[in-house]
């Protein structure tokens, strides 16, 4: 395949989803150029369909960029349709629901571990706001680089509330991202990704927000290396897993599971679960407002649009389960708290 026929992916190093893509991509061993998003490359591309990164173009037919796609979920289930070699996503329909399950937890739960950590300690804020505006733009001045890190880190904490940190729900998050930890690291003893002898892309959504989290950051970074040190080892690893030979045995059998692997769903379960369910809700009754239980607890946050459509997807994807497949991946949640996912609302 020339260059020219390459696919485009525009984001940046910071974005733990531009990493969460980046990693993909290279699995997968798709040719690929990598653009930061403002440089001239990326803004002689066409316009990206929602202001999101990351999103990649499309080469059309006679090898110029053509199509623009945002969101690292659909823009990885349109990789599996067009490129047939290496294929990230089970085949087997019992085994991807339970990818897409761990895929969604890792994109919008551990995101708010992320996005906690970061702007709500003092440490993690400054040093995110102190490099992030470079990563952008790299020439600016050291003056306009103090400039945009005041000016980033104040819009960044007055969102915090829409990813769900505040002080009602701080203990829980900062609980749920020890416990993951906890059950990660016994998990990965047994095997060396979520799901067997391959990454899925539950790896790869989870890789993105522990490269903020184990690595970068300084607070999650402390209880990741007390916790798991394996933790660390395995996030740089993900970075680059593209002489990794893989075939269909290396998925995990359903019908003999690892005992750490149902523990990895009940984590899951306690947290992102409910508060998918309790958001889904909100949204259904045109709330601003989430009020639900997670870990026994009061969660507060604003209502997610976007999030009750994760849910849809999910929901959409266990409907569609024949009856065999159901009876590989009901028994394997059930008791884990991930059932009410797929439950009547």
Not at 47 to 67: H, K, N, Q, S
Not at 138 to 163: K, L, W
Request: glycine share 6%; with cysteine; aromatic share 10%.
């Amino acid at each position: 395949m020339s260059s020219e026929s390459d696919l485009r992916l525009v984001g940046v190093g910071a974005s733990p989803y531009t990493r969460k893509l980046r990693a993909a991509l290279r699995f997968r061993r798709l040719p690929f150029r990598f653009l930061v998003i403002g440089g001239k490359e990326a803004n002689a591309l066409p316009e990206r369909p929602l202001p999101l990164i990351p999103y990649i173009v499309l080469p059309a037919a006679d090898g110029e960029p053509l199509t623009a796609m945002s969101d690292t979920t659909p823009i990885l289930n349109h990789l599996e349709e067009t490129y047939a070699e290496r294929r990230l996503r089970p085949s087997d329909p019992a085994l991807n629901l339970i990818d897409l399950l761990l895929e969604d937890y890792g994109d919008e739960w551990l995101s708010k571990c992320m996005f906690h950590y970061r702007w709500s300690y003092a440490a993690d804020t400054k040093k995110a706001s102190a490099y992030l505006p470079y990563g952008r733009a790299m020439q600016i001045t050291r003056e306009q680089g103090e400039q945009a890190e005041r000016a980033f880190a104040s819009r960044q904490i007055s969102r915090i509330g829409v990813v769900g940190s505040n002080p009602v729900t701080a203990p829980i998050i900062e609980s749920s991202w020890r416990r993951f930890l906890e059950v990660f690291d016994e998990h990965i003893q047994n095997q060396p990704y979520l799901l067997g002898q391959r990454p899925g892309a539950g790896d790869f959504a989870a890789y993105g927000q522990m490269t903020m989290l184990v690595i970068t950051d300084p607070t999650p970074g402390q209880v990741a290396m007390e916790v798991s040190p394996r933790a660390y080892a395995w996030t740089e690893r993900l970075e680059d897993v593209s002489g990794l030979d893989v075939s269909d045995a290396d998925w995990v059998d359903l019908s003999d599971p690892p005992a750490t692997l149902r523990s990895l769903l009940c984590e899951v379960g306690r947290v992102y679960a409910p508060f998918m369910i309790g958001n889904a809700n909100a949204v259904a009754r045109g709330a601003k407002q989430v009020e639900c239980e997670v870990d026994g607890q009061r969660w507060v946050q604003e209502a997610f649009v976007y999030q009750a459509k994760c849910l849809g997807w999910l929901r959409k994807a266990y409907v569609a389960l024949d009856e065999a497949a159901r009876g590989r991946v009901d028994p394997l949640l059930r008791g884990t708290g991930c059932e009410i996912l797929f439950a009547p609302l």
